[in-house]
């Protein structure tokens, strides 16, 4: 077996991680060459390392150590120093070498586009960090955005974290209701706000939804109000809320100065799923993202300035947080607001073509539906000056990469990555330097202590799956959860069972080769008779089926022992689930994933509901299964069609009901 990409030499010699490697290599008295090596005194060497990568990228954080102290959770990172996210991210707009160059590229679905310059970034950010300030913001409190990926919500997140404020988003597919119950727990005193998107050629006026967020946010002072579709603001709320329309909030010709800040200050706050009870907020710092993003989209996914990223994603997802983080490197961003496939599949792989990215992210469903769609982006499209095509949000199976080899071009590197929100940032990724082989993540992360451990918190060695976690910690771990006084409900989701160890929730495997192999969620393990398997593999197993458009695995545990093993299918246009097709899963399962894990019931089903983000919602279904009520399973919020979780109450209690007909 041999890799489906190897970096070729004259990339791997001028990328950022070699010239890393070099420069810590030089300082540690170490031959830091082989990324293996690297990697070990990464992890070894905590504080030396994290100094290597804020001298690297100049990031101004003093002479001190780097890691005062190793405890998870609460470590202290660069203890003293001091730093602004903001005056990092816009430092080029004062650079009279770099001010004109292109900074922002924001897309349209209907094709309208707007660019901004450092210069204009710097001083539309400095112009609303003056409005905000007029507003009586100041250092911790928040300020919250409904809004979609557009120019305005980059613009209103840099200004408040220039100011100290903490930001949070939410996108505006969510209703007024599902907006309030992340951001009314953070008691946010500006919301920015627009009058509505655009999506698969629609026109979606969410004004009306805006005046309700008001409503449901009784802390707030004043409301700024974003044309992005050209509409009239909303009337004036009532109750004395100030109202600014985006034009008046910029009208300020104010100089930006950013508001110097302890390392551990608080950045934004972002939100976990919602699909297993209250929206979780999740509390990360200006350091700490500031060091990590640099590491992780300027080594791992080798960012330069001036080349673009174009990650397709939405406001309320970290990699709108992470793309936006380019603009450390120096690295224009590209914003698109609207559908991924709309007027057709190519449309991502067109906008990255025709803004020059060198970098494009995709979550693993748009390349399937790219495949199933025969696109060809690499011969239709100019793809030249794209690099690497960056991949998150769910497993990445060994058929896509060679898809992307055969139908994008053998020169793009696939760099699977697989992190969270929970850190902002990813475990295991790919670099520009090593070698990646289908089905696999290249490898941890730099300064990523990743290990795999059986139920007992043993190790496990190549090719064992284990739950996966992080053993020492990682400068954009939480600072702390929001409304956690205690802090007992941050240690419950990530040092439990193993205090002082992550523990992040998901089945990995570490091969012989050093790359990593993510298979599913640990909570929703499909445990037949003492076997265990992930969710993944039989996805993988099933993904080339042309007639199965989408699917998803249960295993249920019913109580007396009993246990289902059941297979939902969405199936394409004109097939039905006949006998052969069902003797087709069944065989392809038993071929490729593993003969106990063939399924006991495939059902047809007409949709199945995601996370906003696209990923699968097996625990929720399985709880249903098990005879949890569907309102305690998920908010309807959280997930992108409620209807389609519904349909599963018809299946609680398992076969018994499905086989009498109830």
Known sequence: MTPIWTPGPAAAAQAGITRFAEQAGRRAGLDLSAYDDLHAW??????????????????????????????????????GAQVNYAALALRRGSDPGHAGGTAVIAVAEDG??????????RAQTGAFAATLRGLGVRRGDRVAGYLPNITAALVAFLASASVGAVWSACAQDYSATGAAARLAQLGPVVLVAADGYQWNGRVLDRRAEVTALEGLLPSLRATVHVPNLGLEAPAAAAGGLRTLTWAEALRAAAPLEPEPLPFDAPLWVLFSSGTTGRPKGIVHGHGGIVIEHCKQLGLHLGLEAGAPLFWYTSTNWVMWNIAASSLLLGAPVVLYDGSPSYPDPLRLWRIAAGYGA??????????????KAGLR?????????????????????????????????????????????DVASGFAGGTPVTPVWAGEISGPMLGV?????????????????????????????????????????????YFTPWPGVWRHGDWVELTSRAG???????????????????????YTAIETVPAVADSLVIGAELGDGAYWLVLFVVLGEGASLSTELTETIAARIRAHASPRHVPDDIIAVPALPHTR?????EVPVKRIIQGRPLASVAGSDAIDDPAALAQFTAYAGGPRRLHQGE
Not at 112 to 121: G, I, M, P, R, V
Not at 383 to 403: D, I
Not at 457 to 481: A, D, K, W
Not at 613 to 617: Q, Y
Request: proline letters at 6%; charged letters at 20%; hydrophobic letters at 40%.
């Open 358 to 371: 060198a970098a494009l992210g995709v979550s693993p469903g748009y390349l399937a539906a790219s495949a």
């Open 516 to 538: 990593v192999i993510i298979s599913g969620r640990s909570d929703a393990t499909l445990n037949r008779q003492g076997v265990r398997l992930g969710s993944a593999e039989i």
């Open 613 to 617: 983000t696209g990923k699968r919602l």
């Open 449 to 493: 202590a990743l290990e795999s451990w059986d139920e007992n918190g043993h190790r496990q060695g190549p090719g064992q799956v284990g739950e996966l976690v992080i053993t020492r910690p990682m400068p954009s771990m939480p600072l702390y959860f929001w409304d956690d006084q205690d802090g007992q409900r941050y240690r419950d989701a």
């Open 377 to 421: 982006p690499g011969a239709d499209l100019d793809l030249s000056r794209l690099r690497t095509l960056g991949v998150t949000g769910a497993p990445l199976t060994a058929a896509a990469y060679h898809w992307v080899h055969d139908a994008a071009g053998p020169d793009l590197q696939v760099a699977s990555t697989s992190g969270g929100t």
């Open 112 to 121: 309208a586009t707007a660019t901004l310059t450092w210069a204009q970034l």
């Open 42 to 79: 990464s992890v070894r060497d905590l504080d030396q390392f994290w100094r290597a990568v804020a001298d690297f990228y100049e990031l101004g954080l003093g002479d001190g150590p780097a890691l005062a102290d190793d405890r998870m959770p609460g470590a202290s990172w660069f203890p």
